[in-house]
Each structure stands twice: as structure tokens, then as C-alpha cells.
């Protein structure tokens, strides 16, 4: 395959020196911006691709967009969230929800997942948040540790599934694609990849008798879920707010995201649970989470700038169309990819090094491009807990200090699930642009 790129764009060491390089740096644990900010640099000097003194100028034209203010904005709010104990009440709901079935507190956990995920569009972040809540919980139902990690992990990978999502934020701007259509058509597949999640908790339950429950009288849920909405409907006011603003058109998801920040602090202090005292801590936590990702950014944009100027991404559409024409494979060949790069990197640096690599090959097999990038994101996803590398399953890992090993042998369930999703997103359009205007489908 190498050998066809080579001679189709007549790629030399300017090309593979530095994505050596990569790869190098990554598995001695260089930081991954400095990875790839070095590929860059090295591969712009030994190629002449754009003039070394205009990196700088790139770096900042690449970060200076008003769209990814919003990725600030959701982070420092799912840390508030967390803080104030807001998702704690998303918790109370998720479970009176679904106390009146058998594993109902399983259930629960990955309700709340995408309860978090819907605010809060991270990932990692709902892993730990959601696993400091339930993991101990889980286990004192009766689910073996290993596998109640395994489902946190599971259920946090709608962290970039459901709107509002930083992963499609960054896909918007990589690829110039407004990020309120994308949120919009990830509804749809971020919720079945949501209830995938719950069918094989259950089915699994079902299999191991792991929590036992149910059989409470329906007046007695009605009852329960009253409670728990009187004691917590007001940390719903947060996802109201973003969906609503959002999908009506009043609020750009970065003026979705401010006005979320102001009113989870509001709530926060007015139930007296966030103090004056808690900012600087709250806004440094937040502050490290976005200094991993900005710098990713900015620095991934001029190495995706030489790999175009090089002709790497239509090279990369000829040699796959010169070995199969027929799409169905052409497709499954990039859900391979994309999980695979899933398991050993971030999402930020897969969107902005594979989005422009990719999406030629999805136009060529006539894809439409919010379905290739609703596409992508979830195979991405899917390869945060696919075994051995998955980093959902790191998160989780050193959340209890369960073995990796025998979280991932638990999670094998849930990808098999979850790649059903990805198939169905990938062949069937109309998943991910059923909610569209007709102008995007």
C-alpha cells in the first residue's frame, strides 16, 4: 500500500521521517502536542511545505476562532457541575428511574453517564465523575468490580457522543462545518449508542444474575421518581439550557456554554454548595484539562497543513480505490482505522490529523459529510474502551486500581454492541441526518 502512495504523490523522508518521529515520541511518553508540534516542524524544514517563519502566525490563526471558546466553557461547567453536587441529583433521577427494574442501579449509572455527557462533553472527565459516584456502589449491588469499571468506562464514552460535544466542536472547525448542524445530528446516534450501552448491562445482568431489584409496585416508582425530581429538577435547568438555546437557533454553542457556566455557579451558590473559596481550585482543574487540548490544536493544524500541501490525503483516496472500489469496504477499512487510533491516542489530535486524511476517501464514495463525521466521532468513541488500550479504561483503572486487563476482558461486551452502532451510523444516512434540514441530506 505504501509503495502505491509513494508513487502516487512521490512521498519521500520528508513524509516519513517525521511521522517516525510520531510514533517515536508517543511510545516513550512525550507528550502528544509536542509530538506532534516536533512531526511538524521537521517534516515543514525537510519539505519546504510552508515557510517555517509563518508556523507561528498558524498556531495562533488556528486557535483564534470563536467556536472553540466553547471548549473552555463546557469544561470549567462540568467541573462546577461536579462541585456544586449537581450530578449527584442526575444521579437520585437516573436511579428512581430505573428502580423498578432488575440491574436498575447498572442502568442508572449509565443514564447518568449521558446525563453528564450532555453537559459536559468529556469524556474522561465523566469517567472519573461518574466512577468516584458509582463504582463502590455497583459492587455493593452485586457486579464484580472489574466489570462495574467496565461499564462506567462504557457509559462515560458518550462523554463525546451526545451533544454538546467538544470532539465535535473541533471536527466543525477542522473541516468547516457548523457545530450546532453536527450537535443536531448527533442526537440520534449518540442516544443508541446511549441505549446499546443499556442492552448489554442488561442482557449481561440477565446472563450472571450480577443485581437483583425490581418488581417495585408502579404507584411506588411514580412516587420515587416525584421525590427525586422535587429534590432535583433544578440541575436540569443546565442541559435545558444548552439543548434549548442550541437546537432553537437563540444560542451558538459557545453562548450555550457561558450561559451554563452562569447559571450551574448561580445554583451553586444558592444552595450553598460553592463558595468563593472554591474558584481557584475549580478554575486551575479546569484550566489543565483545556491546556491538554488547545495545544493539541494549534500545533496539529500546521503538521495537517504540510500533509495536504504534500498531497498525503488524496494519495491516501487513490491507493484505497486503486486496491477495492466497492464503498461498503472502503467503509469498513476507515471504522478500522478510526478505532484503532481510538485505542492509543486523544481525540483531538485523531480528529485534526485523520478528519482531512479521511473525508476525501468518504466524498469519493459519495458519504455525506455530517454522516462521516457523526461516523467518526463514534468509532473514535468505540476505541476509548476497546481492549487492550482503550483510555476509558485507564481513566477507570486508576480510578480504583483495577487491573486494565481485566476491565478491558469486561468490556468486550459493550464494544461489540457499540460497533453494531457504528456499522448502522456508517451504511444507514438517514441515523445521523434524519433531523437535518433537507439542504444537509
Known amino acids: 500500500m505504501w509503495q502505491t502512495l509513494n508513487h502516487s504523490v512521490e512521498l519521500g523522508w520528508d513524509f516519513y521521517a517525521p511521522m517516525i518521529l510520531f510514533v517515536v515520541l508517543c511510545a516513550l511518553a512525550v507528550p502528544v502536542w509536542a509530538a506532534i508540534g516536533a512531526s511538524a516542524i521537521i517534516m515543514l524544514l525537510m519539505s519546504g511545505a510552508l515557510p517555517l517563519s509563518l508556523v507561528g502566525e498558524s498556531l495562533f490563526d488556528g486557535i483564534d476562532a470563536f467556536a472553540l471558546t466553547a471548549v473552555p466553557l463546557f469544561i470549567l461547567t462540568g467541573d462546577v457541575l461536579v462541585r456544586t453536587g449537581l450530578s449527584r441529583k442526575f444521579l437520585d ?106 442492552i448489554t448491562n442488561i442482557v449481561v445482568n440477565r446472563i450472571y444474575g450480577y443485581e437483583g431489584g425490581g418488581g417495585i409496585a408502579f404507584r411506588d416508582w411514580l412516587r420515587n ?29 459557545t453562548e450555550a456554554g457561558a450561559t451554563a457556566v452562569v447559571v450551574t455557579i448561580f445554583i451553586g451558590f444558592v444552595l450553598g454548595t460553592l463558595k468563593l473559596a472554591d474558584f481557584p481550585a475549580m478554575l486551575v482543574s479546569s484550566a489543565k484539562v483545556n491546556g491538554v ?37 472502503l467503509i469498513l477499512l476507515m471504522i478500522a482505522i478510526l478505532i484503532a487510533a481510538g485505542c492509543v491516542m486523544e481525540t483531538t489530535p485523531n480528529i485534526v490529523i485523520l478528519a482531512p486524511i479521511l473525508k476525501p476517501l468518504a466524498d469519493d464514495i459519495g458519504m455525506n459529510e455530517i454522516q462521516f463525521c457523526v461516523m467518526m466521532i463514534t468509532a473514535l468513541g468505540v476505541g476509548f474502551i476497546t481492549p487492550p488500550l482503550g483510555l476509558n479504561l485507564f481513566v477507570v483503572s486508576g480510578l480504583t486500581g483495577e487491573s486494565i486487563l481485566r476491565i478491558a476482558a469486561r468490556a468486550v461486551p459493550f464494544v461489540f454492541f457499540m460497533l453494531l452502532v457504528v456499522l448502522l451510523i456508517a451504511y444507514v444516512p438517514a441515523l445521523s441526518t434524519s433531523l437535518l434540514p433537507d439542504i444537509y441530506k
Open 225 to 253: 421518581l416525584g421525590r427525586a425530581l422535587a429534590s432535583g429538577w433544578y440541575a436540569f435547568i443546565v442541559p435545558a439550557i444548552i439543548f434549548g438555546g442550541i437546537f432553537s437557533g437563540k444560542f451558538t454553542p
Open 293 to 329: 487540548i488547545l495545544p493539541i490544536i494549534a500545533f496539529s493544524l500546521p503538521l495537517a497543513q504540510a500533509l495536504a500541501i504534500l498531497g498525503v490525503p488524496q494519495g491516501f483516496v487513490q491507493t484505497v480505490t486503486s486496491l477495492t472500489d466497492e464503498p461498503a469496504i
Open 93 to 198: 433521577v437516573a436511579e428512581a428511574l430505573t428502580c423498578f427494574a432488575k440491574g436498575g442501579f447498572g442502568s442508572a449509572t449509565v443514564l447518568v453517564c449521558g446525563m453528564f455527557s450532555a453537559i459536559s462533553g468529556s469524556d474522561a472527565a465523566g469517567a472519573a465523575a461518574v466512577g468516584r459516584m458509582t463504582i463502590d456502589r455497583l459492587v455493593e449491588s452485586g457486579y464484580p468490580r472489574p466489570y462495574a469499571c467496565a461499564l462506567v468506562a462504557a457509559g462515560a464514552c458518550t462523554g463525546i457522543l451526545i451533544p454538546p460535544s467538544i470532539a465535535y466542536i473541533i471536527i466543525g472547525l477542522v473541516l468547516g462545518i457548523s457545530a450546532s448542524t453536527l450537535f443536531l445530528a448527533a442526537v440520534v446516534p449518540g442516544l443508541a449508542i446511549l441505549l446499546s450501552i443499556l
